[in-house]
């Protein structure tokens, strides 16, 4: 089974920057897609960008793309999500999520999900 634990989480000004980090716990081999979301209070659990652990191209969300990029640290276990240019919009709790076959940006097809770190953007 995998454990995720999100990182980074914080208030920042608006067109400001800021890195959420995961960690990834247990059999390497049990993950092959991998993601962050977001959920904003009133509002659903969204999408924002997702990799496979192999490599290749990643998706991200219309409303994130050319902001955040999505990467990883294979040798530290690790995923990041970079958001540079960051809109007041962009405010929600951030989840890292894992999934064993490709979940792509839709929240309900990943199995393990972290527990979620909180992202304030102010202006």
């Known amino acids: 089974q995998v454990q995720l634990t999100e990182f980074g989480g914080g208030s920042v000004q608006a067109g400001g920057s800021l890195r959420l980090s995961c960690v990834a716990y247990?059999?390497?081999?049990?993950?092959?897609?991998m993601g962050w979301f977001r959920q904003a209070p009133g509002k659903e659990r969204e999408g924002v960008a997702a990799?496979?652990?192999?490599?290749?191209?990643?998706y991200y969300a219309d409303s994130v793309k050319g902001r955040f990029t999505i990467s990883q640290d294979n040798a530290k276990n690790t995923l990041y999500l970079q958001m540079n240019s960051l809109k007041l919009e962009d405010t929600a709790t951030y989840y890292c999520?894992?999934?064993?076959?490709?979940?792509?940006?839709?929240?309900?097809?990943?199995?393990?999900w972290g527990r979620g770190t909180q992202v304030i953007v102010s202006s």
């Open positions: 999520a894992a999934d064993e076959r490709n979940g792509g940006l839709a929240p309900r097809a990943y199995k393990y």
């Open positions: 247990g059999n390497p081999y049990s993950t092959y897609s």
């Open positions: 990799i496979y652990t192999t490599g290749g191209s990643p």
